[in-house]
């Protein structure tokens, strides 16, 4: 028994080497014609949340817009690398961002995952406005949160303040002023 474990176990590891440099990707299962692969449908979850990239103007929302709203000079702003709407960060300070702007398009199931990771639906208020536009709306210890989404549109707003309802303003006026 041993002399035949002896033989075999170099093939064993032999086997198990070439079996580890394989590609990291599982090979794909042949489709029939006529069937569709049910991965595609899976949700891919949301992306990333945006980065402030460089100091510019909100192209879509006004810095005195959101120094009323939210209750603070606007003294810089940053915009996110993406196109065609541009996070927008809004800073009370050299370094504090005092209110946020995320638009989010692409598909539904997608802007639905953007809103529920701001605003979980478990741990959030709901929130409705404007009308058609559904998310959550919460307070927590870094400020206020209201996020809503429509087909495949999402925006979400975070501040500094407690208020939801400064958070809920810029939305309307962000919805308005893109014509969501």
């Known amino acids: 028994m041993n002399r035949l474990l002896l033989t075999i176990l170099p093939s064993l590891l032999v086997l198990g080497a070439v079996a ?11 489709t029939t014609p006529g069937t569709a692969s049910t991965s595609a449908n899976v949700p891919a979850g949301p992306p990333p949340a945006p980065e402030p990239a460089v100091d510019g103007q909100c192209p879509y929302l006004g810095s005195s817009f959101v120094q009323e709203a ?4 606007v003294r810089k702003v940053r915009l996110s690398a993406d196109q065609p709407n541009p ?3 809004f800073y ?3 370094t504090e961002v005092q209110l946020s702007v995320w638009v989010f398009e692409g598909e539904p ?13 478990s741990d959030s208020n709901p929130a409705t406005e404007p009308a058609g536009w559904e998310g959550g709306s919460l ?6 949160v209201y996020a ?24 309307k006026q962000v919805v308005a002023n893109l014509g969501l």
């Open 20 to 30: 580890a440099c394989g590609t990291d990707e599982p090979a794909a299962a042949p």
């Open 70 to 73: 939210n209750g603070q000079l």
């Open 87 to 89: 996070a927008c960060f």
């Open 92 to 94: 009370a300070n050299a």
């Open 109 to 121: 199931g997608a802007a639905e995952a953007v809103v529920d990771r701001a605003a979980p639906v």
């Open 139 to 144: 307070t927590n210890d870094g400020g206020a």
């Open 148 to 171: 809503v989404a429509k087909g495949g549109s999402a925006v979400v707003v975070t501040s500094n303040q407690k208020q939801t309802i400064k958070a809920r303003e810029v939305v």
